[in-house]
């Protein structure tokens, strides 16, 4: 980690691919005091772009990086320090950085996707992390475990963390079944037991927040937790024309739009995310796949199935994130929740809020995860 | 998605599953099989370049040995394609299309058209193209513009394994005669591929890279050497948009008029010989479509108008490369219409 007081700011590993990134702009002027948490750097990597925030409070005293140089994973962005260090000690700290090579060795080797059979389906999963009770990340419709790219990693800082692709989503199997909410909780209930693991905290994103609610309300011993990101189960609007679209899109103009729903921001929505679904949605038997649970999940233009009164009676410890300009399943629905759910409302985000404001999601789901382990023991 | 293969096994890949999935699905054509009735089956070469190789021994007689004589073969597997089997023949090199022009352009292209919509012929007649093999001028050729000019015909001219792949299949399951042309040099070339099934819709051109400035619209291997120049050209300031068409029949008019309409400026990178060709073509579609949006005359950067030298200086200096779009790139992006240039001196 370097001198105590000297900290250094490194290009981060979004996702499984990375390798580089590029440095687009820096948001905070050398020189300028930062927050623990506060955004420093925007990168762009091919998959999307993100920013890179400060691990610690203090100064930045150095941009090492520039606006359009590309950087290798855990090369150096720049140095933040107290003002009481001297120019000549930063100067000796960014001649002596050594980029920690070993660590990324060792990170990708754990990083490989597993697969394993679960009732005649093969489901995907990534495993990251070590420490029990593990935590289980279930992404949205039409989503996949790489929907936790900007979490994952520092989630597993602390615990086992598994990011699963739901049947029918990534590199899943594309059977669904019926497609009903109940057959993917099923799916979700016999993946934990191949795995071997018996109760975890659930993170649940939008789909995969009403998966979480339905085990937790079937399978109280299973569930330690529930995260609930832009979730659905909590109210009945939600934007139903988008689900139909994302369905039936086969071209890029098509897709386009839609996916910019998703953003607060639609210049989130690279050309690469749209290709990433376009191609994803091309594999045979995904258009089938995601019609089949689409019909499950909206009935009349409505979220066929809700928690509604019966939250209040699951065992679980519950939070609620969501990004306030939701353009998927309103943020009206985090209003009115029992006093004993924590509410998070996220401004200047909508649906993806996870990616949105990653840094914030994280550090509320790790204080969350960390209280509710506590409780529960 | 992060499994990486050649363009040559993408196409194996998509044959196989195909294969595995449909038992109409046959192969045909000189040596696919390779070494049928030898010895050593499994290890049967599969095609001049080992495309097929390995799917011989998985499906036996549905990989067929035909002698050297394409009009018999091809016919034979458009007849096969009538009759409800979906064959996939392979003709070596484009450039032996000559002797079967009728079977594909009088037949196979005219089936539907002349029996009232009644008759679909599902066949694929996969081919090799294209120069920088040291093969010459009867083995080197870049054909796919005469088979686009024919009605009835749908074209493939795929530039990377993603695309072969998902258009090899989108190809097979398709009800019409479909030419699927792979350059040699590419089957080499190595990229991400899904282990799973897929299709790419024919009519949608692939925006490689975007830019603001000038578009490259091509295909195939100049893909390549397109967004080679692109890199170079960006170190300069100046940001092309590279269009790979990935289709010739059907053509996705729109991304190219949408990408000129942007930019106002384009160049059509075309291995074929410059006449009668994929650039002319596009140069005619830009020109008829987009002209009010020009800022300066399309250039099209091609092979000259002779046979594919043998010689090897001969035969790179024939082919365009990176060097010649990025000439042509900034001949465009620099030029000003001579009427400004006219009223800023008066």
Known sequence: MGDNHIQKLTMPKWGLAMTHGKVIDWVVAEGDPVAAGAEIVEVETEKITGAVEAPIGGILRRLVARPGDSIPVGGLLGVLAEPDVNDAEIEQFIEAFQPEEMEETGEDQGEVPEFVEVGGRRLCYLKRGAGDPPVVLLHGFTGNLNNWLFNHAELAKYRTVYALDLPGHGQSSKDVGDGSLGTLVESVRDWMDVIGVSRAHFVGHSMGGAITLALAEQYPERVLSCALICSGGLGPEIDHEYLDCVVEADRRKQLKPQLEKLFADPAQVTRQLVDDVLKFKRLDGVADALRTIAGQLVVDGQQAWMIGDRLQSLAAQIMVIWGAEDRIVPATHAKNLPTAVRVEVLEGCGHMVQMEEAGKVTRLLQEFIASAAEVRR | ?346
């Not at chain 2, 987009?290 to 250039?299: R, S, T, V």
């Open chain 2, 1 to 346: 998605m992060a499994r990486v293969l050649t363009f040559q096994h993408a196409i194996n890949e998509a044959l196989d599953q195909e294969m595995a999935r449909d038992p109409s699905v046959i192969l045909i054509g000189e040596d696919v099989a390779g070494g049928q009735g030898a010895d050593g089956e499994m290890d049967a070469w599969g095609g001049v370049l080992g495309v097929t190789k390995g799917l011989y021994g998985k499906y036996g007689g549905r990989v067929m040995d035909t002698p050297i004589s394409e009009s018999a073969f091809v016919g034979a597997a458009i007849g096969a394609a009538t009759a409800g089997l979906r064959p996939v023949v392979e003709l070596m090199f484009n450039d032996f299309m000559g002797v079967c022009f009728d079977q594909i352009f009088n037949q196979a292209a005219k089936f539907r058209y002349m029996f009232g919509g009644k008759a679909e012929t599902p066949v694929v007649i996969r081919t090799m193209m294209g120069a920088g093999f040291r093969g010459a001028a009867q083995h080197s050729q870049s054909l796919y513009s005469m088979f686009t000019h024919i009605p009835g015909l749908k074209c493939v001219v795929p530039s990377n394994p993603y695309d072969a792949k998902g258009l090899l299949i989108e190809a097979i399951r398709d009800n019409d005669p479909v030419v699927f042309f792979e350059h040699k040099r590419l089957y080499q070339v190595e990229g991400d591929v899904p282990e799973e099934t897929y299709t790419i819709p024919f009519g949608e051109a692939e925006v490689v890279r975007e830019g603001n400035d000038v578009s490259i619209v091509t295909l195939a291997e100049m893909v390549h050497e397109s967004v080679k120049a692109a890199e170079v050209l960006k170190a300069e300031g100046i940001e092309c948009e590279v269009i790979d068409l990935r289709t010739t029949s059907p053509m996705d008019e729109d991304t190219i008029l949408e990408s000129v309409e942007n930019t106002g400026r384009v160049v059509v990178v075309d291995e074929a010989n410059p006449r009668c060709s994929m650039a002319t073509d596009i140069s005619a579609l830009i020109a008829e479509k987009a002209f009010a949006f020009l800022k300066a005359p399309i250039k099209m950067v091609t092979a000259p108008h002779t046979p594919v030298p043998f010689n090897p200086n001969l035969e790179d200096l024939y082919k365009p490369d990176a060097g010649n779009i990025t000439v042509a790139v900034r001949e465009v992006a620099e030029y000003q219409t001579s009427w400004v240039t006219t009223t800023s001196k008066n």
